[in-house]
């Protein structure tokens, strides 16, 4: 089993920027996808982004396409988010998660990073 841990969170103003990281440690042979989601105060878990370990597909949500971008560094079992031009409706916390090979959903989730982008 894989598990993550998420790093990078804070406050910023609207309009600058911020760098999320997720460690993974454990079976990383065994990962399929990597992924962010994040979750506003008071609404649902929505999903943000992901890639694909091998290959490095990437996906995104239309509300982020243009301004964040997903990457991964495979030698350093890292997965980041570059999250630019970032408003006040971007505060949520934001977790990663692991996808293992053959599994249907994301198993492995992280306690997540708080990010807050003051107006």
């Known amino acids: 089993q894989v598990q993550v841990a998420e790093s990078g969170g804070g406050v910023v103003q609207a309009g600058g920027s911020l760098r999320l990281s997720c460690s993974a440690s454990g079976r990383t042979s065994r990962t399929y996808r990597m992924a962010w989601f994040r979750q506003a105060p008071g609404k649902e878990r929505e999903f943000v982004s992901a890639i694909s370990w091998s290959a490095g597909v990437t996906y995104y949500a239309d509300f982020v396409k243009g301004r964040f971008t997903i990457s991964r560094d495979n030698a350093k079992n890292t997965m980041y988010l570059q999250m630019d031009s970032l408003t006040p409706e971007d505060t949520a916390i934001y977790y990663c998660?692991?996808?293992?090979?053959?599994?249907?959903?994301?198993?492995?989730w992280g306690q997540g990073t708080q990010v807050i982008v003051s107006s």
């Open positions: 998660a692991e996808q293992p090979l053959g599994a249907a959903n994301f198993g492995s």
